[in-house]
């Protein structure tokens, strides 16, 4: 499923993502640094990069250069943001799910951003985590960041629950009810 009408809104909401978990970046002259060495990465990458491993590439590019923002102190909200950020864009599950709940909450720096949340539970469900499967399945029966698609949703839910795992067992349980319950 397409979270995004067009690649350009994707990479919009990538790069608003990551000036975001690095705000330094916004100021200049980081952002015409970060910007040349987007452009840089682009054309000498390959076509299989999202947009945050670009950016994330960038950043890391120019701090080994001495020329990038610094990271935020560590035992920071900030810190931790940028953590779950690094790991997410690195295909960790763990991660992804992490981001994707710091999204649908507005974790500090993060604002609740429904589509962020939505883009990243479905990282982690297309990886084949069941916690992403169940949190990807729940925003898209519901309608969190996009019109409803309870068929969708409800058939991400029963994969994970399919895994083992207890809590989308549980949650499939609840769904069952909802839909029993004609809502």
């Not at 001495?66 to 931790?80: D, I, T, V």
């Not at 992403?132 to 969190?144: E, I, K, S, T, W």
């Not at 029963?158 to 809590?167: C, F, N």
């Amino acid at each position: 499923m397409k979270i995004y009408s067009t690649p350009e809104a994707e990479w919009l909401a990538d790069a608003e993502e990551f000036l975001t978990v690095y705000p330094a970046y916004r100021t200049e002259p980081l952002y015409g640094r970060l910007n040349d060495e987007v452009k840089r990465i682009a054309r000498e990458g390959s076509n299989n990069v999202t947009g945050p491993q670009v950016l994330l590439s960038a950043h890391e590019s120019l701090v080994n250069k001495a020329l990038g923002a610094s990271e935020p102190q560590e035992g920071s909200e900030e810190h931790f943001v940028t953590t779950f950020y690094k790991d997410a864009v690195s295909n960790n599950a763990a991660g992804q799910n992490a981001l994707g709940m710091g999204f649908l909450n507005g974790w500090k720096p993060l604002s609740k951003e429904p589509k962020r949340a939505l883009y990243w539970f479905q990282q982690s469900a297309l990886a084949g985590d069941p916690t992403g499967q169940a949190g990807y399945g729940v925003m898209l029966f519901r309608g969190n960041g996009i019109d409803p698609d309870r068929k969708q949703g409800y058939a991400w839910v029963a994969k994970a629950a399919a895994s083992g795992d207890e809590v989308a067992k549980a949650v499939l349980r609840k769904l069952d009810m909802e839909i029993s319950a004609g809502r």
